[in-house]
């Protein structure tokens, strides 16, 4: 019951769609059909500014943070994973929106601050790196999450939380299907670039 519970909980806070409540309240922007349609903060950056962006950013990765945290104090252990990874899903597949969220980027990036503080933020090395190479987020995004499980490992992270890197990139990469196709043509926008 109480693995039920921090699961439901982590995956409950994690959908809570910022971008699409601050775009809504502070701009009036319904993301949902402004811009790509996505409800992140790449589109609200592009649609609602870029400070609307960095609170949203902010209070996503915020929000992965904490479900790992509770968890963690909650039940120690392998748990906290889990419930990371839950909180990433709810972003993703938010009830509120009829499971039509983000894609799990700033929220993964809260959750295994916590869970592998190192390797997270190598990975967002290797985030700024190919984002200033390429002007592509969505590029930097999946170069990433790619390295995540690896540098977990790497860097000795437990099991439990490599595990949930890996899981975690195939989530991340999935939604991110379409931005790839996009780079490929050459159409997916750039960043700085407003819609």
Same mark, same amino acid.
């Given at each position: 019951?109480?693995?039920?519970?921090?699961?439901?909980?982590?995956?409950?806070?994690?959908?809570?769609?910022?971008?699409?409540?601050l775009?809504?309240?502070?701009?009036?922007?319904?993301?949902?059909?402004?811009?790509?349609?996505?409800?992140?903060a790449?589109?609200?950056?592009?649609?609602?500014?870029?400070?609307?962006a960095?609170?949203?950013?902010?209070?996503?990765?915020?929000?992965?943070?904490?479900? &790992?945290? $509770?968890?963690?104090?909650? /039940?120690?252990? @392998? #748990?906290a %994973?889990? +419930?990371? !990874?839950?909180?990433?899903?709810?972003?993703?597949?938010?009830v509120?929106?009829?499971?039509r969220?983000?894609?799990?980027?700033?929220?993964?990036?809260?959750?295994?601050?916590?869970?592998?503080?190192?390797?997270?933020?190598?990975?967002?090395?290797?985030?700024?790196?190919?984002?200033w190479v390429?002007?592509? &987020?969505? $590029?930097?995004?999946?170069? /990433?999450?790619? @390295? #995540?499980? %690896?540098? +977990?490992? !790497?860097?000795?992270?437990?099991?439990?939380?490599?595990?949930a890197?890996?899981?975690?990139?195939?989530?991340?990469?999935?939604?991110?299907r379409?931005?790839?196709?996009?780079?490929?043509?050459?159409?997916?926008?750039?960043?700085?670039?407003?819609?």
């Amino acid at each position: 019951m109480t693995i039920a519970l921090v699961l439901v909980a982590g995956y409950l806070l994690g959908s809570i769609p910022f971008a699409f409540l601050l775009a809504r309240r502070l701009r009036g922007v319904d993301l949902r059909r402004t811009g790509s349609g996505n409800v992140g903060a790449t589109n609200v950056m592009r649609t609602a500014g870029s400070r609307t962006a960095a609170a949203v950013v902010a209070l996503d990765v915020i929000k992965g943070a904490v479900v &790992v945290v $509770l968890a963690g104090r909650w /039940a120690p252990g @392998a #748990l906290a %994973p889990a +419930a990371g !990874l839950a909180a990433i899903l709810g972003h993703i597949y938010p009830v509120w929106l009829r499971f039509r969220g983000g894609k799990g980027v700033a929220t993964a990036f809260g959750v295994f601050g916590v869970l592998a503080p190192l390797g997270a933020v190598l990975c967002f090395v290797c985030f700024l790196g190919t984002v200033w190479v390429t002007r592509y &987020v969505s $590029l930097g995004s999946v170069v /990433a999450t790619m @390295a #995540l499980g %690896p540098v +977990a490992y !790497l860097t000795d992270a437990p099991t439990p939380v490599v595990v949930a890197a890996l899981m975690t990139a195939v989530l991340v990469i999935d939604r991110h299907r379409g931005n790839l196709a996009r780079v490929q043509a050459g159409t997916e926008s750039r960043f700085g670039q407003r819609v």
